[in-house]
């Protein structure tokens, strides 16, 4: 009799070690949308984003493109280099973060990426590394 119960103990744990089997991958979604956004992304509108083009002056973004909660705005800028020269330009954002081009006095075109760092007032970062504080104009 205890050989009957060691056989149907060691049949239970053989079949119920089984692996289970993993679910099948998630089907990639089609989207228009970037994971991330980059200085050229403001200089076109593409044909998706064009079907959702939409100005308003009451805010301080030029346009925007996109459908609730995947908006991307576009705003004009100004501010300041860590030195203290004043710049100004163009910027795509968003959610949190963005990119654009800043111009100054002696720099025709500089690649940035932002984040905001309050209401109105981003953050940016060149390649190089130089930190510029800007404000939404």
Known sequence: ?????LILLLL????????AA????LPK???FYKSVITADDRKTITPQEARTY????????EYRTGNPGNYEYN???KGINSVGDSVSGNINVSGKYG????TTDTISEIEINTEW???????????KGNEYQLIVK
């Open 1 to 5: 009799m205890q050989k009957n119960y």
């Open 117 to 127: 760092i309050s209401y109105g007032k981003l953050k940016a970062f060149d390649k």
């Open 54 to 61: 939409h100005v308003n002056k009451t805010y301080q973004y």
């Open 22 to 25: 993993s679910p099948p991958p």
């Open 12 to 19: 239970f744990s053989f079949y119920s070690c089984k692996k």
């Open 75 to 77: 705003y004009d800028v």
């Open 99 to 102: 990119a654009g081009i800043l």
């Open 29 to 31: 979604v089609n989207s």
